[in-house]
């Protein structure tokens, strides 16, 4: 006899709606994942994919001691995250970063929820509020929420939606970058998961060529922004020639800088400024061009970007562009489990939150989707407390700055993953230790960080553990508790050295 689920509706099938609907249904709650495309697209959508990743394939560092988004890796990893097993299955070579090959990764997530009895996909646009049936929806439209959803949301929260502007990379034909300039080392030759520390391909410049680059990129001829679209960008993912016109010397000392980094081809001259590509897809045919997310016109675009050492004769597969991005007053219009104010049956997940970046919006998808299940299921949702990456960036979106004019775009803004979000930990000097320096106190502050998050997290999943237990006995919660057990074990024992 076929079993009876309580029904989640989640609206939007990128990486946050398909991380919530995997985990709501891992819960034993049946789920509705509706996606517009094919039948509608969006801008900077080009597949039909779920989670389909729109701008660069990497999921930047994965260095969970140091780095606060790579703890929300590891994090994600010990709560069952679809996602993240999509990612670790089609890692690339990406130094010390998290690079996926794009389609597999896709393919992955729509395989697995596929093969969940409990999820149908329908494929459809929900065009203005869901219908009134549907008693627990999760709204995870992402950046790119279609106008009448927006519109409809706008009407029903009293706020105008805030609204900036993501830029994309563009993507170079790997057989047309002149390999006799450019050279192949990751920063401080960092080997990172699936890399050798040779995972970039570093394009150098000398002081003429990089200004050369500077002037052209002020010249440019730029998107021209209507007065609706005059709105500010997220520093997170600026465009290369706006980072420009802040100060000639600024992509120096961003995506452009020069250090960690040694010329095999020019050893005694190390270079003014580097461009890195990253590698963008399993077959190492396609490379991004890291940080240089761009609002130039097509028909410069490519000529500037020639001017690159190594990439003369470059060949493009795709050229950068923009693509509107709307995210929500969240500290003013959402409640603690991240349900609308003003119809609790509406609950958001995702960058319309109001966080940044692919992994981030997938934290937000994991977190929405425990909490709809629980709430059909009629039982407390548990929150992760606020030590942990989940629960930081929970609370900045719930609790974050607002200002008493809700009109001002700096209210409330996007932001990724960072340790500033935790709260304040002591530390003391180890013992044995005579000479403390900043560097090494700060490294040992972020392991301890780490360490106590991790902590945080397994208490959180233990929680969920009986939750889902006594939902639905036949269904097992997470599939890699013994890799979890192993990973507290060595992230215990490099806290402790």
């Not at 099938?13 to 034993?28: I, R, T, V």
Request: proline fraction near 6%.
């Amino acid at each position: 006899m076929q079993k009876s689920y309580p029904e989640i509706h989640v609206i939007g099938g990128g990486l946050a709606g398909s991380e919530a609907a995997w985990q709501a249904a891992n819960m034993g709650a049946a789920v509705v994942l509706h996606e517009m495309r094919p039948q509608k697209s969006s801008p900077a959508h080009v597949t039909q994919q779920l989670a389909e990743l729109v701008c660069s394939n990497s999921f930047r560092s994965d260095d969970h001691e140091h780095n606060a988004v790579g703890l929300l890796h590891e994090e994600m990893r010990r709560s069952n995250s679809l996602i993240m097993q999509a990612a670790d299955a089609h890692a690339l070579p990406a130094g010390g970063a998290l690079a996926v090959d794009r389609h597999a990764f896709s393919d992955f997530v729509a395989e697995k929820l596929a093969e969940l009895p409990n999820v149908e996909v329908q494929r459809e646009e929900i065009a203005g509020l869901p219908p009134a049936e549907w008693q627990n929806v999760i709204i995870a439209t992402g950046p790119l929420t279609s106008e009448p959803l927006a519109r409809a949301i706008q009407q029903i929260t009293g706020e105008d939606a805030l609204a900036f502007f993501d830029a994309i990379a563009p993507i170079v034909h790997a057989e047309s970058i002149d390999r006799s300039i450019v050279w192949a080392q990751s920063r401080y030759d960092k080997p990172g998961p699936a890399g050798t520390g040779a995972d970039y391909l570093n394009c150098p410049m000398n002081e003429a060529e990089y200004n050369r680059f500077i002037d052209a990129l002020l010249e440019a001829e730029q998107h021209e922004f209507h007065e609706w679209e005059n709105v500010p960008y997220f520093d997170g993912c600026m465009p290369i020639e706006e980072m420009a016109a802040r100060g000639r010397e600024t992509p120096r000392f961003g995506p452009m800088k020069p250090v960690g980094l040694t010329n095999p081809n020019d050893p005694d001259n190390p270079p003014y400024a580097v461009v890195q590509l990253r590698q963008d897809n399993a077959l190492g045919t396609l490379w991004n061009i890291v940080g240089f997310q761009t609002k130039m016109k097509y028909r410069q675009q490519a000529e500037i970007l020639r001017l690159i050492p190594g990439l003369k004769n470059a060949q493009f597969a795709r050229l950068g562009g923009l693509h509107h991005n709307t995210f929500l007053n969240s500290p003013k219009v959402l409640d603690g489990t991240l349900r609308l104010k003003a119809e609790p049956r509406l609950r958001f997940a995702g960058q319309i939150t109001g966080v940044e970046g692919y992994v981030e919006s997938a934290a937000i998808g994991l977190l929405a989707g425990r909490l709809a299940a629980s709430e059909v299921f009629g039982r407390e949702g548990h929150l992760p407390g606020p030590e942990t990456a989940h629960g930081a960036l929970l609370r900045h979106i719930t609790e974050g700055h607002v200002s008493d004019d809700s009109s001002k775009l700096r209210s409330f803004q996007p932001m990724n993953v960072n340790f500033g979000l935790f709260p304040a930990i002591e530390i003391r000097k180890p013992e044995g230790v005579k000479r403390w320096r900043k560097a090494e106190r700060t490294l040992f502050k972020k392991k301890q960080i780490s360490l106590r998050a991790l902590d945080g997290i397994a208490r959180w999943n233990d929680a969920y553990s009986a939750l889902e237990a006594a939902n639905d006995p036949s269904m097992k919660f997470s599939d890699n508790a013994a890799s979890s057990d192993a990973r507290e074990t060595e992230a215990a024992d490099t806290i402790s050295r």
